[in-house]
């Protein structure tokens, strides 16, 4: 890819980047949020057309219009959100757009072979006769490569693959993406996480700010330059933070039980539990393993199916969302669901939460305009929220990780007991990350108690005071940061171990 | 780094020019069809319909005619905005049509059989529709009833009830309802003058102001105030709403209990004004609330935009009245302004094409 270039409204994506991608390596692209990481793999992709620069693959220069194109050249892509047909067989999956027909009839026998062929040359078992929805996330990313290698295709992208597994089934790709490096398929890898491209990758390029900072041999460099070039100033991996001194309970949870919409059984049995102020506790766990149905329960935008909710003293148990969001904060899970109105202006999703405060506005029914755009400059400016054209920018058009700086602003300035922060730092690079977790950990020491929900391991190690273990909508363990370890912690998050929790 | 927008790059520049592309559309593609149905009539009927009431040569007449597409675009404009203002929440209020019946029914009940003040008929019309819209608010708030099913079912049950209780203020001899004029004068809306403003159109009352007050009144609402700020925001992303504390039920119901209060108004605005009088016999829904549909994207969803939409659609309807009858059979008139309207739901997409022609030029200068 050479000098592409790709203008949004009010924002350079991609400045003059160039991107060389040899046979057989893996190659990391390492960048913070609003780099122009995304951008750049789309336009490869053929998701966007770029202003400017040219594509070239083998020397020659080529056109990718739309992801046909792009299949077409052998570019093929594991995005963060599988794409799969959940009630599909593994290997319904992997045949589907390109499936071997036979007048009209399935030929599943010979697009078996050639699967089973290829699961043997890489090493990525799975049963393909498996359907999607009873095989864990690391089956299903092994499915998307099949989909991929069945494709015949030379250039990988994978799109931060590794945010949703396991560290063991972590390891287990790193080894797969060597393996296929080895065959002579080339690899683009995206991803925020030092420890893994130092681990993984052969080359690293840097993009900071939609410009292209440099590519460096993993060889000759480690995590702190790394990250150094990323956001252009040193960052500190490891947050310092003091002890805890938890005070009074803020939070108390009994016999919490929430049901599920998937499936009939309950998403969350029988937790219970006690946040204090002044401490950070982490619900940890495997996506889907019942964290988000547990916050909806807390946060009131599900019911409880029983158990009882206490906050500051007062039941909450059947509060509604809006009274409870006077002592409780919420950073949501999903931004673009919850968090934001999208095509909303930045000022009016700042004050999401407080619109009807009357400081908000005059006469009690009409906005406040000039107070809005003034508290929400106040907020852009103290949380360095970067955007196209400060307050009035339309939300969408933001980055990903700007438009989460702007929840946690509104959720963090807003009057509050209790900070409920749902993966605050996904899909963020480690300057965003650094800064929130330092946001979390002064909420704590100003005497809030924070729950924070993650499915990041060192983010969890790192930020929290305790650790309770979430495995299939029950609390299996508890544990102290300061004792155990990344594996240990695995294992209970596997459901390989587990204990009883009382609050 | 900012860019400033060029003048074609303004929303509301794009609006209009989507909208003046989508009336050209239709004018050409009703134009065709004349042709094909007699070439001879073609050029002079589209004329006709384009022209309205300027086919008369005496200014005065002109005003006159004036009048009577004014009087007959201010309920539209009312529907119109009743399906605006629903559709910013989210909500595809087509029972518009319903409510407009049921408060037509309302108004002109009070008026011919209890002999009531125009204000009151009003009144009544805009509860009744604010009642027919509820119904369809309550069964999408808590039985998650999709109000497009229920407003069409609504629609009907209206027609039919206005049908029965309107035969008991019958005239005689005709299948229409007495006229308000003569029964009880008090119930015709004021004209405060503005007739005479019209070569003496005794038809045009406060009720087109009024409509243009209200149609402004929506827009300050909506991006003003507080109710606005929900109501939008509830359109936009439900979930975002429900997250931050608003209460989704409440404004569900509040949204479509005011677009059946407008669309009631809107038909007060029309028959507390003499104009037309209600056919009982009649077995298919007005399209006046359909029409507002149009009229409502061809404003590009802006209650301001709207007033102009509305006043356009009902300029080329009546402008169907005056093609040539003995050249073209007596329906041309309804298909050709039916033609026109349908192109007007286009705004959207051409505003989208429009987009992507400005984002070429520009690639192709740099």
Redesign the interface.
């Known amino acids: 890819m050479l000098h592409i270039t790709k203008l949004f ?4 994506a991609n400045d003059d980047i160039t991107l060389q991608l040899r046979r057989g390596e893996i190659h990391a692209l390492l960048g913070e949020n609003g780099a122009g990481k995304s951008t750049l793999m789309s336009v490869l992709f053929g998701l966007y057309q770029a ?2 620069g040219e594509i070239r693959k083998d020397g020659k220069p080529v056109k990718i219009m739309n992801p046909n194109d792009a299949n077409d050249l052998g570019i093929g892509m594991v995005h963060q959100h599988f794409k799969l047909v959940q009630c599909f067989t593994v290997l319904e999956n992997i045949i589907l757009g390109v499936e071997t027909t036979k007048g009209g009839f399935l030929q599943k026998d010979e697009a078996k072979k050639k699967v089973m062929a290829l699961s043997d040359k890489y090493g990525l078992s799975v049963n393909p006769d498996a359907k999607i929805e009873d095989i864990t996330v690391g089956m299903q990313q092994r499915t998307e490569i099949l989909k991929m290698l069945y494709r015949d295709n030379e250039i990988l992208i994978f799109d931060e693959p590794t945010a949703v597994l396991t560290p063991q089934e972590i390891e287990e790709l790193m080894a797969i993406m060597k393996n296929l490096a080895k065959e002579g398929k080339s690899i683009l890898f995206i991803s925020h996480k030092l420890n893994e491209i130092m681990e993984v990758a052969d080359r690293c390029s840097v993009l900071r700010r939609g410009k292209y900072i440099g590519t460096v041999d993993i060889k000759d460099t480690n995590e702190q330059d790394l990250s150094r070039m990323m956001v252009g100033r040193d960052v500190k991996l490891v947050v310092d933070k003091e002890p805890a001194k938890p005070g009074k309970p803020i939070l108390q949870v009994q016999g919490m039980t929430v049901a599920s919409k998937a499936h009939s059984n309950n998403a969350v049995k029988n937790v219970s539990f006690t946040v204090r102020e002044g401490e950070i506790v982490c619900i940890a766990g495997i996506d889907g393993n019942g964290q988000t149905e547990f916050v909806y329960g807390l ?1 009131g ?1 599900e019911p409880l199916v029983s158990g009882s909710l206490t906050l500051c003293g007062q039941d909450i148990t059947k509060s ?6 006077k002592l409780l904060s ?1 950073i ?1 899970e999903d931004r673009h ?8 202006s930045l000022e ?1 999703n700042m004050v ?2 407080r ?2 405060d009357p400081k908000f ?1 005059s006469g009690g ?3 406040n305009r000039k107070a809005i755009r003034e508290y929400s400059n106040r907020l852009i400016q103290e949380f360095d929220v970067r955007s ?2 400060g307050s009035v920018t339309i939300t969408r058009s933001m980055s990903g990780g700007n438009q989460q700086k702007a929840i946690i602003a509104r959720e963090i300035d807003k009057d509050h007991q209790l900070l409920v922060a749902v993966q605050p730092t996904r899909g963020l690079d480690v300057g965003a990350i650094e800064y929130i977790h330092k946001a979390l950990i002064k909420e704590r020491d100003e005497g809030k108690a924070v729950l924070l929900v993650s499915l990041e391991l060192e983010e969890v190690m790192n930020v929290s005071d305790r650790i309770l273990v979430m495995y299939e909508g029950e609390l299996v363990g508890e544990l102290d940061p300061k004792t155990t370890t990344t594996e240990e912690l695995g294992l209970y998050m596997a459901g390989a171990k587990r204990e009883e929790v009382r609050a | 780094m900012r860019e400033r927008k060029s003048f074609i790059e303004l929303p509301f520049v794009q609006s209009i020019l989507a909208a003046l592309l989508c009336i050209l559309l239709g004018l050409l593609i009703g134009f065709l069809v004349l042709l094909a149905i007699n070439p001879a009539g073609a050029g002079e009927g589209i004329m006709a319909i384009v022209k309205n009431f300027l086919t008369y040569p005496s200014v005065p007449a002109q005003l006159k005619y004036l009048g009577n597409t004014l009087v007959k675009a201010s309920p539209l404009l009312m529907c119109a905005l009743s399906i605006n203002f629903c559709y910013k929440t989210g909500l595809f209020n087509i029972g518009c049509a319903g409510q407009y019946v049921v408060g037509a029914g309302a108004c002109l009940y009070a008026a011919l059989a209890f002999k009531m003040p125009w204000i009151v008929c009003l009144l009544l019309a805009v509860v009744v529709g604010g009642l027919w819209g509820c119904a369809v608010g309550l069964l999408k708030a808590y039985a998650n009833v999709n109000e497009v099913i229920s407003g069409i079912m609504l629609n009907w049950i209206g027609l039919y009830l206005v049908n029965m209780l309107l035969s008991l203020v019958k005239d005689s001899a005709s299948p229409y309802t007495q006229k308000v004029a003569s029964v009880n004068q008090g119930a015709i809306m004021p004209s405060l003058g503005l007739s005479n403003l019209f070569s003496n159109n005794k038809y045009v009352t406060i009720a087109v102001p009024l409509a243009i007050l209200i149609a402004i009144l929506i827009w300050v609402v909506l991006n003003k105030t507080k109710f606005g700020y929900e109501v939008q925001a509830t359109g936009f992303n439900k979930e975002a709403a429900r997250y931050a504390g608003m209460n989704e039920k409440r404004n569900i119901i509040l949204t479509l209990v005011i677009g059946g209060a407008l669309a009631g108004a809107g038909a007060a605005f029309l028959y507390l004004t003499g104009y037309e009088e209600w056919s009982v016999t009649q077995s298919s829904v007005p399209a006046m609330g359909f029409n507002g549909i149009a009229a409502t994207f061809l404003g590009a969803l802006n209650p301001i935009g709207t007033i102009f939409s509305s006043f356009f659609i009902q300029h080329i309807t009546s402008g169907g009245a005056y093609l040539d009858k003995s050249v073209y059979p007596s329906q041309i008139a309804d298909l050709i302004t039916s033609i026109i309207i349908y192109l007007c739901g286009f705004v959207l997409f051409f505003k989208l094409a429009l987009n992507k022609s400005i984002s070429k030029r520009k690639e192709k200068k740099s």
């Open positions: 409204p009010g924002i350079v202003e400017k946060t935008l509604s969302i809006r009274s409870r969001s919420h949501p669901k919850h968090g934001l109105v999208l095509d909303y009016y999401l939460q619109y009807y506005l029914v009409f906005l196209g054209e």
